[in-house]
């Protein structure tokens, strides 16, 4: 009977395979009934039992913010060794949230996925083919200074951080000055880890419409063509269609043309390098704007940016067959390239006054 026990342990231990502890609890946001957000304490808390449940997940730190406080972040990889070199075979993929402190759609939703990943097999499995860097929280010290009041036109959570870091400075614009560690801190991470596909998770700031979450590429003339293509023809296309049968329907991230006048039409451009979509179109990276709707409530944004992660994933994982790292690559060679001397650079240019006419569902 003894034998019997011990081979029956042998075996239960080996079938757990990678799950040091399966037993994850909900996230703070999940516990809350969907209305709260965690501080940061509760925050690295939770992503330290993410990395203690599944030996897949990391926990680590990349830098300091302004007061001094650790930057978070959280790697699913399945290579042993915990570094750029060890994943080059793969799609790298870098989420940012909380780059603006009062709208953490993205902690929570990343936070979930991250536990799904550390859980689920389904979900581990796409660590075959692409390495996730999560940032829960890069504003660090504005997310600290919390309140009910601080986006008084959002719909939750009951409490949310501060737009600005501690040096009163607005982190979505020092892409290109770099004043601040916190920008920093991540231009070293792009460094080290050159990632080939970036998501910033925000909540928008004005406008009523339908739509859960709006988004925004550069597929405006600011990135390499081929890159620029795959956006347009291989990935939106995807994530279209999985967002609507998910329920949480998409649109471009919603400007008027006039502020405050949806008559006078919606309009779009090609983000300048202080922002960090722009900035990460200058390293050939293509960047994802994620912009929940802030009149919906929190359950529903943070649910839509959590899909939106994950269909992301999904398809880079599954549907794309590293077309998009070879395009990367390929990018980044023809910027080394003599080539690239003879290519003509716009200086400047003279918006069009074409129109075409899409479908909006208003509010």
Not at 53 to 65: D, L, P, Q, R
Not at 253 to 270: E, K, Q
Not at 307 to 333: R, V
């Amino acid at each position: 009977m003894r034998t019997f026990f011990f081979l029956t342990l042998i075996l239960f231990i080996a079938g757990c395979g990678n799950h040091v502890n399966t037993v994850v609890p909900d996230t703070y946001f999940e516990e809350s009934a969907f209305r709260k957000t965690p501080d940061y304490k509760k925050t690295i808390e939770y992503c330290r039992i993410l990395a203690a449940a599944n030996e897949k997940i990391h926990y680590t730190e990349f830098g300091y913010s302004f007061l001094g406080k650790p930057l978070p972040l959280l790697i699913a990889s399945s290579s042993k060794k915990l570094c750029a070199c060890a994943n080059r075979h793969k799609t790298i993929v870098l989420i940012q949230a909380c780059i603006h402190a009062g709208e953490p759609d993205g902690k929570d939703a990343g936070l979930m996925l991250f536990r799904d990943i550390a859980t689920k097999p389904e979900y581990e499995k796409m660590l075959e083919h692409v390495t996730v860097l999560f940032i829960p929280i890069l504003n660090v010290d504005g997310h600290e200074r919390f309140g009910p009041y601080n986006r008084i036109n959002q719909n939750g959570p009951d409490s949310m951080g501060w737009r600005t870091n501690a040096q009163n400075l607005n982190l979505n614009r020092d892409f290109l000055n770099a004043e601040s560690p916190e920008i920093q801190a991540f231009i070293k991470l792009c460094g080290e880890w050159e990632p080939d596909f970036f998501i910033d998770c925000h909540t928008t700031d004005g406008a009523d419409y339908q739509y859960p979450l709006t988004y925004s590429l550069e597929i405006h003339g600011n990135m390499d063509s081929g890159l620029t293509a795959w956006q347009e023809k291989n990935y939106l296309p995807y994530i279209e269609k999985e967002m609507e049968k998910a329920g949480y329907p998409i649109f471009p991230y919603v400007m008027f043309r006039r502020w405050h006048d949806p008559r006078s039409g919606l309009y779009t451009y090609a983000s300048p390098p202080m922002l960090s979509q722009g900035y990460m179109a200058t390293r050939n990276c293509p960047g994802l704007l994620i912009e929940t709707h802030m009149l919906k409530d929190y359950k529903t944004r943070v649910m839509a940016t959590y899909h939106m992660l994950l269909k992301s994933l999904e398809y880079l994982a599954y549907n794309d067959d590293n077309n998009l790292k070879k395009l990367k690559i390929n990018a980044d060679i023809r910027n080394l390239s003599p080539v690239r001397t003879t290519d003509s650079l716009a200086l400047d240019f003279i918006p069009g006054k074409d129109s075409v006419m899409v479908d909006f569902r208003g509010g």
